[in-house]
């Protein structure tokens, strides 16, 4: 018989449900999640005035965001609009640019380095999906690959990747908060 503490090794970071039972194995004692911020990155987070920037970009990339997936639906589903549409889009394209530089700089002021630092990698992984859905979506525009409604179609394609991206950063700062309370 083989080593299952080996197996149980190897899936133990995997493993997110609470209840050991539903996979039948032995229970694990689970480990609380490492904290996001050492007590040095919360204090460089709390006093650089790019926490500031972050926390008005991204309400108003969010709001760019529904006024845009607005006008994009009423074209694909109507067939009107598509110059509005498309200024839309661009615009949400260039309130993610800014949100991302600027998001990079309070990175590397928190953390030490632009992206990918431990605390945030997945989200900035998934953020270089969102910033390139959304790039082609520009090149696509003024080159003009493929027709208004296949352009659409990847603003679509953008957005959903935008939306889960978001809901990422969401639920990091929830953690966050969770975290700095108890």
């Known amino acids: 018989m083989r080593d299952s503490g ?11 449900c609470p209840w050991t039972a539903g996979s039948g194995r ?6 609380r999640a490492a904290p996001i911020y050492s007590v040095e990155e919360r204090r460089r987070r709390d ?3 790019w926490t500031l920037v972050q926390g008005i970009l991204a309400p108003v990339q969010f709001f760019v965001f529904l006024v845009s997936l607005g006008l994009v639906v009423r074209t694909l589903l109507t067939g009107e ?3 509005v549409a498309t200024a839309s889009v661009v615009l949400k394209t260039f309130v993610l640019y800014t949100i991302m530089v600027t998001g990079a700089i309070w990175e590397k002021v928190v953390f ?3 992206l990918f630092a431990a605390a945030f990698f997945w989200e900035d992984v998934f953020s270089m999906l969102v910033i390139g859905l959304h790039t ?14 296949s352009q659409l179609l990847l603003a679509l394609a953008a957005y959903v990747a935008y939306a889960i991206n978001a809901a990422q950063f969401l ?12």
């Not at 639920?171 to 108890?182: D, F, P």
């Open 81 to 83: 609009g598509l110059a």
């Open 112 to 114: 030490g380095r632009y």
């Open 6 to 16: 080996l197996i149980n090794r190897v899936l133990e970071p995997f493993d997110c």
């Open 136 to 149: 082609v979506y520009v090149a696509a525009v003024l080159f003009g690959w493929g027709d208004g409604r």
């Open 47 to 49: 006093e650089t005035g």
């Open 171 to 182: 639920m990091k700062l929830r953690v966050a908060r969770l975290q700095a309370a108890g």
């Open 26 to 31: 032995a229970a694990i004692q689970h480990r």
